[in-house]
Every structure is written in structure tokens, then in C-alpha cells.
């Protein structure tokens, strides 16, 4: 996960987490700068939970701030939460479920559950970013959900990072999409990533 001036929001998704039915496994919590005193309100969660890393960095950007993230991650896969998003109880261990019936595949990802007006999940395309598409038509990568080797190719500082990894790795990695809309994708977000897509580019 990573965060930015998140201070009112991250707990959700971070007890979404905490209130997985799956939990061997480590959370990252990578901080790219914040300056509302978000590493005040994290120490509650880290010092009564072992399996939380805290890490603070200059402000990078979203992309250097998951990298980051994926260099200190020790797990056998690797998943990413945005800090205003969800995940249904379930979303990991039917991850980790599907991976161990398909030792074969290296990734997936998948399609979400989408919260907020309907409109607002236009956004700009990007092959063509003067056109609109729904995010549903998206890859989006909060979904993402892969072996830890495969996400030490990292990711690029581009405009659509998550669809510009699949495309770069696919020749060399087994990437499927399933259908199992376990993460919660919120849309009403002010400072979200879709808004911030439209600010720029529209």
C-alpha cells in the first residue's frame, strides 16, 4: 500500500486487510511524503502487529512509491491495495487458491467492484487519452496478484503503468485475467486515482 496525506481514509483499507480470512502474510506500507502526520496515526497498527513494515521516503510519485514497496517485500506473491480502496474478505486466499490450482500461471489480475457514480468512471484511454473509456475496460492494478519474481521487473513511470507492465511481461510470464471481483475500487475519492488521470490529461 501506499500512501499520501491519507490520514482520513487509510484505515479502511487497511482493515480490509487486517480482516482477511487468509493472514500469513506481510503488509507494506510505503509512505511517499506525507505531511499530514500520517506516520503518527500508523504506529497504533505497526507496534501490535508484527507483519506490518513502515517505510518513509521523499515524495516520489505513486510508481517509485510501489517499487519501492515491491524492492522490501519478502512474500511469495506480491498485491497491491490503494489506500482508499478495499478488499472483500475473501480476496486473498482466493488469489493465493487459484494460483496454487494453476502453478503455472505467474499472474493474474482481475475486474473490481466498482463504488461511485457511473459517470465518473470514464476515463482517459491509453492508447488514445483524448478518448474516454469506461474502467471496467481497464486493467486495473490494484487487482494484481503474482509471484514475487515476476514484479522485479517493476514498474514504468508512464501514464497507465498497471496495462504497460502486462504488455511488457506477458512475452515472458503467464498472465491470466480472472473474474472474481474481490477488490473494491471507490470512486468518490477526491484525490483519487482516476481523478487525478482527468486533471491531468483532460
Do not use: W
Amino acid at each position: 500500500m501506499t500512501v499520501y496525506n491519507r490520514i482520513k481514509v487509510f484505515e479502511k483499507a487497511l482493515n480490509s486487510v487486517l480482516n482477511q480470512s487468509f493472514t500469513d502474510y506481510e503488509i507494506v506500507i510505503v509512505d511517499d511524503g506525507s505531511t499530514d502526520d500520517f506516520h503518527n496515526a500508523i504506529i497504533k497498527f505497526i507496534k501490535y502487529d508484527y507483519r506490518m513494515k513502515y517505510l518513509y521516503q521523499a515524495n516520489s510519485g505513486t510508481v517509485k512509491a510501489l517499487n519501492t514497496g515491491i524492492i522490501i517485500s519478502n512474500g511469495k506473491y506480491i498485491t497491491f491495495l490503494d489506500s482508499d480502496d478495499e478488499y472483500k474478505p475473501d480476496h486473498l486466499e482466493s488469489r493465493i487458491d487459484y494460483m496454487k490450482a494453476n502453478p503455472d500461471v505467474d499472474m493474474i489480475h482481475s475486474n473490481a467492484l466498482l463504488i461511485g457514480d457511473e459517470s465518473d468512471f470514464m476515463i482517459p484511454d491509453a492508447v488514445n487519452p483524448g478518448k474516454l473509456i469506461h474502467v471496467k475496460d481497464c486493467i486495473i492494478g490494484g487487482t494484481f496478484f503474482g509471484k514475487n519474481e515476476v514484479f522485479s521487473e517493476q514498474f514504468s513511470d508512464v501514464f497507465s503503468y498497471d496495462s504497460e507492465f502486462i504488455r511488457r511481461i506477458s512475452g515472458r510470464y503467464k498472465v491470466r485475467k480472472i473474474l472474481n471481483p474481490t477488490y473494491i475500487y471507490y470512486r468518490n475519492s477526491p484525490d483519487g486515482i482516476l481523478n487525478k488521470l482527468k486533471k491531468n490529461l483532460i
